[in-house]
Nanobody, 126 residues
Framework: QVQLVESGGGLVQAGGSLRLSCAAS????????MGWFRQAPGKEREFVAT????????VYADSVKGRFTISRDNAGNTVYLQMNSLKAEDTAAYYC???????????????????WGRGTQVTVSS
């Protein structure tokens, strides 16, 4: 069973930056496609970004493309989300997800997710 722990959320002004981290343990990290999702109050959880097992493939939601960057460190069992040019509409709880044996397509469709983190709050003030 995988454990995922997010960190790095907080309050930031519009136009600012934050870097989220997700530390994984319990299973072989390099065998999982990883992803970030977010959920704003009253809204459904939505896909943000995903990265393949090797890190060679990344996919982003249109709403964050060009502003967010997902990366991973397989030696350190951590996935990151660098968020730049933040907007008020980026305010949400951000969740890390793992799909062991899965692909970036699986993650982007919220399919085959084996584990979720508990989330970290990002609040962007306008």
């Amino acid at each position: 069973q995988v454990q995922l722990v997010e960190s790095g959320g907080g309050l930031v002004q519009a136009g600012g930056s934050l870097r989220l981290s997700c530390a994984a343990s319990g299973r072989t990290f390099s065998t999982a496609a990883m992803g970030w999702f977010r959920q704003a109050p009253g809204k459904e959880r939505e896909f943000v970004a995903t990265i393949s097992r090797s890190g060679g493939v990344t996919v982003y939601a249109d709403s964050v493309k060009g502003r967010f960057t997902i990366s991973r460190d397989n030696a350190g069992n951590t996935v990151y989300l660098q968020m730049n040019s933040l907007k008020a509409e980026d305010t949400a709880a951000y969740y890390c997800a793992a799909a062991f044996g899965g692909t970036t397509r699986d993650v982007s469709m919220m399919r085959g997710i084996n584990g979720w983190g508990r989330g970290t709050q990002v609040t962007v003030s306008s």
